[in-house]
T-cell receptor, first 111, second 112 residues
Framework: EDKVVQSPLSLVVHEGDTVTLNCSYE??????LLWYKQEKKAPTFLFML????IEKKSGRLSSILDKKELFSILNITATQTGDSAVYLC???????????FGKGTTLSVSS | SAVISQKPSRDICQRGTSLTIQCQVD?????MFWYRQQPGQSLTLIAT?????????ESGFVIDKFPISRPNLTFSTLTVSNMSPEDSSIYLC?????????FGPGTRLLVL
């Protein structure tokens, strides 16, 4: 059975801290891994990863994929209160099919 | 990326009634997906909607409860039928706009 596991489930940090969120997966015919940020209702797209070892970066956020060990990490440096959200990891296993989501990591950044 | 809108944004409904949620995309897309997110849970796929064919439902979801229409390549509706409090959730439509999938703003439903 396909599954995506995220850890930790929740995390509380202070502004300025660096955090690492984890995502491991077991999916047949892996195509890509995606990270989303969910603040209210709609998940907003952050990154899509398809190749091992190639870091994707956007401002203070970065992510990398290890297809051999079947996991990905999402790093957030110099966290801000606006980073408080649920971060969702999802995996696609072939074109045109829906995503398989993990349970998410709830990040709370205090000032 | 595709721009997706949903209506209504939120609603409060009485048990036993039905609600139809609309999803509109600003470009033509082959596949649209409907997800449900129950309180404190992650996203669960309800069904995949292709234009011109019947929707494909995931295990645990049936057409009588969640009928879906897909009349063209930019629009879809999901109806939540004969609602109960357990249907209180956020309902999200999503489209694949290569290379990623994008989500609409969601419909927050509360059933009393």
């Amino acid at each position: 059975e396909d599954k995506v596991v995220q850890s930790p489930l929740s995390l509380v940090v202070h502004e300025g801290d660096t955090v690492t969120l984890n995502c491991s997966y077991e999916v047949t015919n892996f195509r890509s891994l995606l990270w989303y940020k969910q603040e209210k209702k709609a998940p907003t797209f952050l990154f899509m990863l398809t190749s091992s070892g190639i870091e994707k970066k956007s401002g203070r956020l970065s992510s990398i994929l290890d297809k051999k060990e079947l996991f990905s990490i999402l790093n957030i440096t110099a966290t801000q209160t606006g980073d408080s959200a649920v971060y969702l990891c999802a995996v696609a296993h072939q074109a045109g099919t829906a995503l398989i989501f993990g349970k998410g990591t709830t990040l709370s950044v205090s000032s | 990326s595709a721009v997706i809108s949903q209506k209504p944004s939120r609603d409060i409904c009485q048990r036993g009634t039905s609600l139809t949620i609309q999803c509109q995309v600003d470009s033509q897309v082959t596949m649209m997906f409907w997800y449900r997110q129950q309180p404190g849970q992650s996203l669960t796929l309800i069904a995949t909607a292709n234009q011109g064919s019947e929707a494909t439902y995931e295990s645990g979801f049936v057409i009588d409860k969640f009928p879906i229409s897909r009349p063209n390549l930019t629009f879809s509706t999901l109806t939540v039928s004969n609602m109960s409090p357990e249907d209180s959730s956020i309902y999200l439509c999503s489209v694949e706009d290569r290379p990623a999938q994008y989500f609409g703003p969601g419909t927050r439903l509360l059933v009393l």
